[in-house]
């Protein structure tokens, strides 16, 4: 489908505060663009304008430091893989972003733009609800910090409100250490959509459990006690997901496939 729509790069968050302001509802911000460019080569989105965020100062910002992690909206799914500070203080981060697609689609989605696209499927959020991570949220108006247990809303929903967006991802220093696994079910053997994905993590003792394609927003679960054996676990899981049936799998099997997941992840991450 041909359709037509201006693009613009602004060189300074300023410029795309005003360009959002000025365009309203009829732009769409550009990030890595693996949703957004199929979405409007099919006609789901129909913007008339496409405004770059990759290109202003600071956009392409990765860093750690004395709090925490700070991860800019330009920085790539194969740029935190890259980063020797992140497989170090969070590889619980990288053993989702590795899930994500192929590596040529890493090579251009990025963090932001997994998380703002809002997918209930979204590799990187089991992630950033474990480690507590914030989403800073800018507008013409200001910043405001959301946590990502908040952030989702339903599908493809956020709490992202018009003129605003999502300037930097905050993983807090606290979280840092955190060890853990994803396990991800898949129609094939190669990088596909989830059926279901289950992440465990563990930092002084406490663990906890985020889980994508199983309701209309990823599940953080942090309610686990020492003292549950891994049945009580299961449950208090499952309890909180409402998994649906599509062309996918069914309910049923996303049941299955998270109590598996669960009884290993339990008996492998220490």
Known sequence: ?????????PKTASELLSLMDSEGPDCR??????????????????PKLLIDVKRHAGADRLSYGNEGLSIGPAVTINDVLGSREIREKYPVL????HELASHQVRNRATVVG????????SDMAPALLCLDAQAVLR????????????????????????GEYLESIKIPIASAGSTGRYFKLK???????????????IKDGQRRFAVSSAAPTPILVDNIAAKDSPEEIVAKV?????????????????????????????????
């Not at 997994?114 to 499927?121: G, I, K, L, Q």
């Not at 507008?139 to 018009?162: E, H, I």
């Not at 309890?239 to 996918?248: H, L, N």
């Not at 309910?251 to 991450?269: D, Q, S, T």
């Open 1 to 9: 489908m041909l359709y037509e729509f201006r693009y613009l790069a």
């Open 187 to 201: 129609r094939i053997a190669g990088h596909d959509l989830g059926i279901v994905g289950v992440l465990m993590t």
């Open 94 to 97: 990288c053993k989702c972003a």
């Open 114 to 121: 997994n998380v703002v696209n809002a997918s209930p499927c």
């Open 139 to 162: 507008s013409k108006n200001g910043c405001r910090t959301v946590t990502f247990r908040d952030f989702f809303t339903g599908v493809k929903k956020t709490v992202l409100t018009q």
């Open 238 to 270: 499952l309890g909180a997901v409402s998994p649906i049936s599509d062309v996918r799998g069914t309910k049923e099997y996303r049941e299955h496939m998270i109590g598996v997941y669960v009884r290993r992840l339990l008996g492998e991450v220490k």
């Open 29 to 46: 911000l550009l990030a890595g663009g693996t949703d957004l460019i199929p979405n409007i080569r099919v006609g789901v989105f129909k």
